[in-house]
């Protein structure tokens, strides 16, 4: 069997990242520090966290005491839909860094580009990424949940392009104009949601393309995902499941698999969550 590692992918701006990672949306934080040691043991370099999941403080305590260098974790952060006006946004980053206790990030992402709030306007929000890249604070810079329609107004009144979009992508919702435009224009899509938060695990064709390749229905879809190009970090409480997770580097699906899984795609009526030309949430 092949051994099992996980491919660095490059980023547009010369940078590299795990394609595997580990998500910790709704990881309490009284667990999430175990279970991001957890991951790290297993072998995951990449995790996955936002001003918005309220465990970034968690997520440096596990990275800073698990014995790896700083250099070797790949880590993400995400602006808070709360701080999208400049001073607000650099303000934001300085506490992200002080949360993970860290001098500078790996990726730093808009969480979200509610086009109904600041009178529209996450232009002059993506310029303060651009900055803080520049200052050398944060390696890599991206937006998360943004359109098509969004991602070409950055490319006309912006400078950099962004490194990734993080958007959700599973079997049911393939979101495939989205990912078109990223490939087209060198922007990494990275899948949210990948297992559809489990929806998808018991899907019938999922089950029998997980019996013919004797892996689990997780392990195939993440693997279908990967196959694909796209960036992906399952989130799980579960040891067992965290291991099961990482472990889609040592086999392949052919394409008549890939192909039926595509298959899957409901478009708009298989989104799970929120509507980014809608979503107007802010914290309070
Ligand atoms: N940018 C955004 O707006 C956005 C939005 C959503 C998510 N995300 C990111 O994407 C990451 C992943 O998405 P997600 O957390 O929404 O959902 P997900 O990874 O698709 O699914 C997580 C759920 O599936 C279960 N699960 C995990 N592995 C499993 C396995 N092998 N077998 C059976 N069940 C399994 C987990 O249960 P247990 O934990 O109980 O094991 C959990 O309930 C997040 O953690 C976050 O980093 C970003």
């Known amino acids: 069997m092949a051994p099992n590692s996980v491919p660095d992918i490059s980023l547009n701006d010369g940078n590299t990242i795990p394609q595997l990672g580990f998500g910790v949306f709704q990881i309490e934080p009284k667990d999430t520090a175990q279970a991001v040691s957890r991951a790290l043991e297993i072998g995951y370099r990449h995790i996955d966290t936002a001003e918005m999941y309220g465990n970034e403080a968690e997520v440096g305590q596990a990275v800073r005491t698990s014995g790896l260098d700083r250099g070797e974790v790949f880590v993400t952060s995400k602006l808070s839909n709360a701080f999208h006006r400049p001073d607000d946004a650099r303000k934001a980053f300085e506490s992200t860094l002080a949360e993970l206790k860290f001098d500078y990030l790996d990726l730093f992402l808009i969480h979200w580009p509610l086009p109904t709030r600041y009178d529209g306007d996450f232009v002059s929000t993506w310029r303060v990424l651009e900055e803080l890249q520049r200052d050398g604070r944060v390696r890599s810079i991206g937006v998360s949940n943004f359109q098509v329609a969004h991602l070409e107004r950055l490319a006309t ?117 929120p509507n980014p030309d809608t979503f107007d949430y802010l914290p309070e």
């Open 157 to 273: 009144e912006a400078e950099v392009t962004p490194a990734v979009n993080q958007i959700e992508v599973h079997p049911y919702f393939a979101n495939e104009e989205v990912r078109a435009y990223g490939k087209a224009h060198n922007i990494l899509t990275e899948a949210w949601s990948p297992i559809a938060q489990g929806k998808v695990l018991d899907d019938p064709t999922v089950v029998d393309i997980a019996e013919e390749v004797g892996r689990t229905p997780a392990q195939v879809v993440l693997r279908w995902h990967v196959q694909r190009g796209d960036i992906v970090f399952p989130k799980s409480t579960t040891p067992s499941r965290i291991e099961e997770n990482f472990q889609i580097f040592d086999f392949a699906l052919d394409d008549a698999a890939m192909d039926r899984i595509n298959g899957l795609d409901k478009g708009e009526a298989g989104r799970q969550g």
